[in-house]
C-alpha cells in the first residue's frame, strides 16, 4: 500500500501544478488590478442588472442588487493568493480537482474574507438564508449586549432574527441591506467590550446599550 | 428548459447532478450545508450557498432554507437528489408554489405514490403481479388475522419511508405481538406516519427492478432491469445489469409489464419499479422510488443515457424524445458502494480524514465520488464515500474489470468495505449469479472478509 500511495503523488508533475497556479495568480492579478474596478464602475453607469466578463480560465459575474456584497467576494477572492494553492497543493494527486481553480468559485472566499478580518473582531453572523435587513437606528460605535437584535434575515416572509453574540460596540457593515446572505455568513463586526476596555477607551462605558428590540 | 437550477443536496449525486447541468448547459448552485464547506460539489460549483447547519432537519431537510437559498440565487428549479427531501409530496409543493419546478414528479403524482400500500392496488390494478399482503394494519389483532390468511413468515411494514427502519421480519402471531408495535413506534419516529402492512416474506428472494421514465405527455419508456440483491440489513451493497436471475424472455416481459402499468397509473419522470423474484423466478411489485436511484449509473453504462439529464428535461416539460426502439441495452455493468464502514466492526460507520485517494481507471471503469485527499468525512450523514462502476461486454468480463479496479482503488484514511467487494467478487455464489439478498446476513460477513485477506 505505501508504495503505491507514494506512486500516486508523484504521478503529477511538480512543474506543471507550479505552471497552474502561477497561471491563477496572474489571472487574479489581472482581475484585481483591471478588470474588477472597470467592472463596478460599469455596472453602476449602465442599467443592467449583470455582467459577466471570462478571463482564462476565470469567471468574474457582477449582479445587482448584491452588486455590493459581489464586489466584496470578488475583492476577497483576488486577494486570497492561498486559493490555488489550498486546492492544488503539491504533492496531492489532483484527481479531484479536474478543472482546477475556475471551479473553486464563490463559496471560498468567504471563509478567506473571514480570514482577513482583523483578528480579535468578532461579527453577528446571519441565522438563515435570504435577503438581510439591517436595523436603520445603529451606527459605528453603538453599545449593544450579547442578546440584542441587530437586524434580520427575511427568509420567504418570515423574519429570523440577526442577534449579538456579545456584548461590545457595532463596527463596520459586511452585508448590504437588501442583501442576499447565506446561513452563518458575518453581517456586522463587533468590537468586544472587554477589548475597548482594555484599550482604554472612554466613551465605550459612557454609551448607552440599545434595548433588545426596533 | 431551466436557466439555473439549486442543487438541494450533498456527497457523489450533488456532484452526478452538477455535472448534468454543466452538460445541459444550465447554471447551478450547490446548497450545502456548515459541514459540507468543503465538498467537492461546493467546491467545484460556479456558485455555492450556505443553507444551515451540519443537522440535516435545519439544512438538506428544511424546506424553508432550501427555497429561500434557490429565491436568493435566481434559481428556477431544485433538483433534490436521492433521500431527503427527494420524494416529500409536500415540500414539492411548497416548491412549486413558490414559482420554482421540483425535479422530480410533480406534488400529486408523489402523493398518489406516496403509500406503499396504495401503490401496491394501483399497480396491481394495472396488472402488475403483487406480493400477497394485507391492507392497513388496524391493530395487533387485524395484524394476527391478516398474518393467518397471507400465511408466515411475513414481514411487517411501514407505509410511509424506506430504508428498512421499522421493518420486522416475523414467523409466528407471538413474534408478530412483540414485533408489531417496535416497528409501530419506529416507523413513527422515522417517518413521522405510523401506518404499517404485511407482507408475504419470500424466503431467498432476489431483488430486481426496471427503470423506467414516463414524460408530461404518457410517453413511457423502460431501461432494462437492475439486480439488487447484495444486501446487507437491507442496504444494497452491490447492483448489476441486466440481472443474471432472469431469461431475456422474462426480463423482457417485466419490462414491458411494468412500464405499461406505470404509464397507466398517471406516473410522470423518472421511476424505478422494485420487485421481489422468488425461487421459482416469478416476480412480485412491492415498491416504486419516485427519484433517480444510487444505482443509476449501470444503467447509463449499458444504456448510453444520461438519466439525470432526462429527469431534468422531463421536469422542464421536453418530451422524452426517444422511444423504446431506441434503448439498447448492450454489455453488463455492476456497481459497488464504497463506504466508509469497518466490515470488521459489525460495518461500523467511521469519520475521519481521507489521506491519500486514487479512483481507478481503465475501460469501462467509472467512478462517481465526491472524495479528494484530505477531505474530511463528516459523521452527520450516510457513509457513502463514492461508487465504482463497471462496463464489460460480458458479466464474466465486468467482474474482471471490477476486480482489477477494486485492487488499484486506494482510500487512506478512513475504513472501507472495499475489501469485502472483493471477496464477494470471488464467491462462488456471486459468480454463480445466485446471491439472495439474505445471503451477506445469513451468513454474515465474516467468511468473506476473512476470504479476501488470503
Known amino acids: ?36 474596478p472597470a467592472l463596478i464602475a460599469k455596472l453602476a453607469a449602465s442599467g443592467l442588472g449583470e455582467i459577466e466578463v471570462r478571463e482564462g480560465g476565470w469567471k468574474a459575474r457582477l449582479r445587482k442588487p448584491a452588486g455590493a456584497d459581489e464586489a466584496r467576494r470578488l475583492a476577497a477572492r483576488a486577494s486570497a493568493e492561498s486559493h490555488a494553492a489550498r486546492g492544488l497543493a503539491p504533492g ?5 480537482h479536474g478543472r482546477g481553480s475556475e471551479d473553486r468559485d464563490a463559496r471560498r472566499e468567504d471563509s478567506e474574507a473571514t480570514a482577513k478580518t482583523e483578528p480579535g473582531l468578532v461579527a453577528a453572523t446571519s441565522p438563515a438564508v435570504g435577503v438581510y435587513h439591517p436595523r436603520r437606528d445603529l451606527t459605528v460605535g453603538t453599545r449593544v449586549q ?39 455568513q458575518r453581517l456586522v463586526q463587533l468590537d468586544p467590550l472587554e477589548r475597548v476596555d482594555e484599550s482604554g477607551d472612554p466613551g465605550a462605558q459612557g454609551r448607552p446599550a440599545v434595548a433588545g428590540n426596533a | 428548459m431551466f436557466t439555473k ?15 448534468a447541468c454543466r452538460t445541459l448547459g444550465i447554471g447551478a448552485v450547490v446548497a450545502y450545508s456548515e459541514a459540507d464547506r468543503e465538498s467537492l460539489a461546493a467546491q467545484l460549483a460556479d456558485e455555492a450557498i450556505c443553507i444551515g447547519p451540519a443537522d440535516a432537519r435545519h439544512s438538506y431537510l428544511s424546506a424553508p432554507a432550501i427555497i429561500s437559498a434557490a429565491v436568493v440565487t435566481g434559481c428556477d428549479a431544485i433538483h433534490p437528489g436521492y433521500g431527503f427531501l427527494s420524494e416529500d409530496e409536500g415540500f414539492a409543493d411548497v416548491v412549486r408554489a413558490h414559482d420554482l419546478t421540483f425535479i422530480g414528479p410533480p406534488a400529486e403524482v408523489l402523493e398518489r405514490f406516496a403509500s ?4 401496491r392496488r394501483l399497480l396491481g390494478s394495472h396488472g402488475l403481479p403483487t406480493i400477497p399482503g394485507s391492507g392497513m394494519l388496524r391493530d395487533e389483532a387485524h395484524a394476527i388475522g391478516e398474518a393467518e390468511r397471507v400465511g408466515y413468515p411475513v414481514l411487517i411494514k411501514p407505509s410511509a419511508g424506506g430504508g428498512g427502519k421499522g421493518m420486522r421480519l416475523v414467523r409466528t402471531p407471538r413474534e408478530l405481538e412483540s414485533a408489531f408495535k417496535v416497528s409501530r413506534s419506529e416507523a413513527k419516529a422515522a417517518f413521522g406516519n405510523d401506518a404499517l402492512y404485511l407482507e408475504k416474506y419470500l424466503d431467498d428472494n432476489r431483488h430486481v427492478e426496471i427503470q423506467v421514465a414516463v414524460d408530461r405527455f404518457g410517453n413511457a419508456v423502460h431501461m432494462g432491469d437492475r439486480d439488487c440483491s447484495v444486501q446487507r440489513r437491507h442496504q444494497k451493497v452491490i447492483e448489476e445489469t441486466p440481472s443474471p436471475a432472469l431469461s431475456n424472455a422474462a426480463r423482457k416481459e417485466l419490462a414491458e ?11 410522470e419522470n423518472l421511476g424505478t419499479l422494485e420487485f421481489l423474484l422468488d425461487a421459482k423466478g416469478d416476480a412480485y411489485f412491492i415498491e416504486i422510488n419516485c427519484r433517480v436511484q444510487v444505482e443509476h449509473p449501470i444503467t447509463e453504462l449499458c444504456t448510453g443515457i444520461d438519466l439525470v439529464a432526462l429527469q431534468i428535461k422531463i421536469a422542464a416539460g421536453e418530451p422524452l424524445g426517444l422511444t423504446q426502439a431506441d434503448i439498447v441495452s448492450t454489455g453488463h455493468a455492476i456497481e459497488f458502494r464504497i463506504l466508509a464502514e469497518d466490515p470488521g466492526k459489525d460495518f461500523k460507520p467511521q469519520g475521519g480524514q481521507i489521506g491519500a485517494y486514487l479512483a481507478p481507471g481503465g475501460p469501462g471503469v467509472r467512478m462517481d465520488s465526491h472524495i479528494y485527499p484530505g477531505y474530511e468525512v463528516p459523521p452527520y450523514y450516510d457513509s457513502l464515500l463514492g461508487k465504482l462502476s463497471v462496463w464489460a461486454p460480458d458479466r464474466a468480463q465486468a467482474i474482471a474489470r471490477a476486480d482489477a479496479a477494486l485492487r488499484e482503488m486506494l482510500v487512506d484514511g478512513v475504513m472501507t468495505n472495499i475489501e469485502l467487494h472483493r471477496a464477494i467478487l470471488a464467491n462462488q455464489v456471486f459468480i454463480d449469479g445466485k446471491v439472495t439478498t439474505n445471503l451477506l446476513d445469513r451468513v454474515g460477513s465474516a467468511p468473506f472478509v476473512a476470504a479476501g485477506n488470503r
Open chain 1, 1 to 36: 500500500m505505501p508504495a503505491r500511495q507514494q506512486n500516486a503523488s508523484v504521478g503529477r508533475t511538480g512543474a506543471q501544478e507550479a505552471l497552474r497556479v502561477q497561471r491563477d495568480h496572474e489571472a487574479i492579478g489581472r482581475l484585481a488590478d483591471d478588470l474588477l
Open chain 1, 92 to 96: 496531492r494527486p489532483a484527481v479531484s
Open chain 1, 146 to 184: 450579547a442578546g440584542d437584535r441587530i437586524g434580520w434575515v427575511d427568509v420567504l416572509g418570515v423574519q429570523q432574527d440577526v442577534i449579538v453574540p456579545v456584548d461590545g460596540l457595532i463596527g463596520s457593515s459586511l452585508a448590504e441591506a437588501g442583501e442576499a446572505v447565506e446561513y452563518g
Open chain 2, 257 to 267: 409489464r411494468a412500464v405499461r402499468a406505470i404509464a397507466a397509473a398517471g406516473y
Open chain 2, 5 to 19: 437550477i439549486l442543487i438541494a443536496n450533498r456527497g457523489e449525486i450533488a456532484l452526478r447532478i452538477l455535472r
Open chain 2, 116 to 119: 406503499k400500500e396504495a401503490t
